[in-house]
């Protein structure tokens, strides 16, 4: 088994770059593709129950024209007169011979469209059916036989017989036809003369000519079965699921008091149901109940989608074969200036200096070649200069380095310490990464000043700077690159960074300078009690404070003003210590040519 690590560079790359473009295109494609079909589906389940909507619209216009029919038909002259005879030969051919043809039995299916049997057969049309003030029937539109006992029982007919307009539609059964029918009272001035029951049929006619309008499948379910559908070629078995779904449907319409969508399945195809009631949900009705639904196919309502995926899904194969190929392409531009590298590389190892790689790009790569081509040369001319020193110079160097011992001299100096206040409780409220560069910002500000005025930074402690002033003015340089920190901290901080500030303590005397550590460490750096003390100033500095010893103040010229304090007891030292603090904030310091000017503020 090949493992990793003897894989070549350039298949390493090549595999990693496919390697990234497939889980991103992937990644991208899978997303996509999820984005559009849910934006697709909800814009499909929206569509759809606004046209639930709209049918329920068009069933409201169905009730309202069916409910002026009726009130139109109770208040004809002629109809009043054959009710107060009380006959019910004259009121029923009243209705079949002069209002047969007055009658509209469905205002949403154009005239036009409706067989002629329909107006001819008495039979095939709506309901009509007059009763007189106490609930028997006087007359009726169909030819059957008139009932001979009281309807005051049947829905919607004893708020008629009470004097009270009808809110909503019921649903008669009369043989195996139903009807959706509205029942109002008929007045003779102010006496009620019997109640006019006026309905339209639920049948199939109905639920073709309105799929044809609205474009969707209608079912009409009545007395707890499917009564009609416009789906065409419906084979039994997805009739029988359908009403079976609608009759579970029925019981969530109820509980939610609102029309409910659903999706079912009609052998290998989906469908969206949208399922509203013929009566008002908030009353009780105990009698027949109906419901309207309307259809969609959302297999064919998703084609578009599908067929939009597989676009996607082709882009997204293509993107993935144009990557191979590009990887391919850029693999080889990086990896040939590596194998150049290291055919030089191979090179040198042969002590072969004379061939230079070539540099074919400004890259990091490219700097690369130039380091190691500047590294061959540097190399060659060592190994030349070798030829113009003697062996014997060469052990010297070499029996000289090796006995280099830790060790110092005593040194003149002054010292400079400054430690930033309030660093820990500000680096608790930021994470490490802001408060490494908050440090390095301070830290870097502070020692570009004191090189800036001739001092030389010593080392770093967390927080605190170490530097070395040493020369002609060295303490002058040194309280002078203090007072600029002091001066230009405050400008360079943001209002949040305000909390942060320098404590600095300055002290002036001799000190060891030289090689500390061991043989195979060893730090060049400052020692002794002036040291010491240098650290205890600092120490003992608060925010923007500059504290000097007295041989530093001795060492000032008198423009510099300072405020005496009260003596410090100083681990170490028997004595007090006499102690200054500068006044900073009324010091103007500038530098030209290492000279330092002081000038009252």
Not at 105 to 131: K, W
Not at 143 to 149: C, I, M, T, V
Not at 202 to 228: H, M, N, P, T, Y
């Amino acid at each position: 088994m090949v493992k990793f690590k003897d894989i070549s560079l350039r298949w390493k790359l090549l595999t990693g770059f496919v390697g990234l473009v497939i889980v991103i295109v992937v990644a991208l494609l899978i997303s996509v593709s999820q984005i559009v079909e849910q934006r697709i589906r909800q814009d499909i389940d929206t569509n759809f129950v606004e046209a639930g909507r709209v049918f329920e619209r068009i069933q409201d216009i169905r009730y309202r024209q069916l409910r002026q029919t009726a009130i139109l038909l109770a208040d004809i002259p002629s109809l009043k007169a054959a009710i107060s005879t009380g006959d019910t030969v004259t009121v029923t051919q009243k209705i079949q011979e002069e209002l047969l043809y007055l009658l509209d039995f469905d205002p949403v299916i154009p005239d036009t469209l409706i067989p002629q049997e329909y107006y001819t057969n008495r039979d095939s049309a709506g309901l009509l059916l007059i009763a007189d003030s106490e609930g028997k029937p006087l007359g009726q539109l169909s030819s059957n036989r008139l009932p001979e006992y009281s309807i005051a029982e049947r829905p919607g007919v004893r708020n008629a017989l009470d004097g009270n307009m009808p809110s909503q539609t019921y649903i008669w059964r009369e043989g195996n036809r139903y009807f959706n029918v509205i029942t109002i009272p008929i007045w003779t001035g102010y006496n009620l003369a019997g109640t006019l029951s006026y309905g339209l049929p639920i049948r199939q006619l109905e639920a073709e000519q309105l799929s044809r309008d609205i474009g969707l499948e209608v079912l009409f379910f009545v007395d707890s079965k499917l009564l009609a559908h416009s789906f065409e070629d419906l084979a039994p078995d997805d009739e029988n699921q359908l009403a079976a779904n609608i009759s579970r449907d029925t019981f969530e319409v109820l509980q939610a008091r609102e029309a409910e969508t659903s999706e079912i399945m009609l052998g290998d195809e989906r469908w969206l149901t949208y399922l509203a009631p013929m009566f008002n949900v908030e009353d009780d009705v105990e009698d027949i109940r109906g419901y309207y639904a309307v259809a969609k196919s959302l297999t064919d309502a998703l084609v578009p989608l599908q067929n939009l995926q597989l676009i996607i899904f082709g882009i997204g194969l293509l993107s993935i074969l144009a990557s191979i190929l590009i990887s391919i392409w850029l693999t080889h531009r990086i990896t040939k200036p590596i194998d150049q590298l290291l055919a030089g590389v191979h090179r040198v190892e042969k002590e072969n200096f004379d061939q230079e790689v070539p540099v074919s790009s400004n890259d990091e790569i490219g700097q690369l070649t130039v380091a190691f081509n500047n590294l061959v040369e540097g190399l060659q001319e060592r190994l030349l200069m070798l030829k113009f020193v003697s062996e014997a110079t060469l052990d010297a160097i070499k029996k000289n380095l090796s006995r280099i011992e830790p060790g110092g001299e005593r040194r003149d100096i002054t010292v400079f310490f400054s430690d930033i206040r309030g660093f820990t409780y500000w680096s608790e409220q930021h994470t490490p990464e802001e408060v490494i560069e908050m440090l390095n910002k301070l830290l870097s500000f502070q020692a570009e000043l004191v090189k800036e005025f001739g001092g030389d930074v010593d080392k770093f402690v967390g927080d605190e700077l170490v530097a070395v002033f040493r020369g002609e003015d060295k303490d002058q340089k040194a309280v002078n690159a203090a007072i600029s920190i002091q001066q230009k901290l405050t400008s360079m901080l943001s209002s949040e960074e305000g909390e942060l500030a320098v404590g600095i303590g300055i002290n002036s005397g001799e000190a060891v300078m030289g090689a500390m550590g061991s043989k195979n460490r060893m730090d060049y750096t400052v020692l002794g009690n002036t040291v010491n003390l240098g650290a205890r100033l600092c120490s003992a500095a608060q925010k923007h404070q500059i504290l000097i010893s007295n041989p530093v103040f001795l060492n000032l010229e008198r423009k510099i003003k300072v405020n005496e304090l009260e003596e410090i007891q100083v681990k170490g030292i028997k004595n007090p210590v006499p102690i200054y603090e500068v006044n900073w904030n009324e010091q103007s310091v500038s530098t030209k040519e290492n000279e330092v000017l002081y000038e009252d503020s």
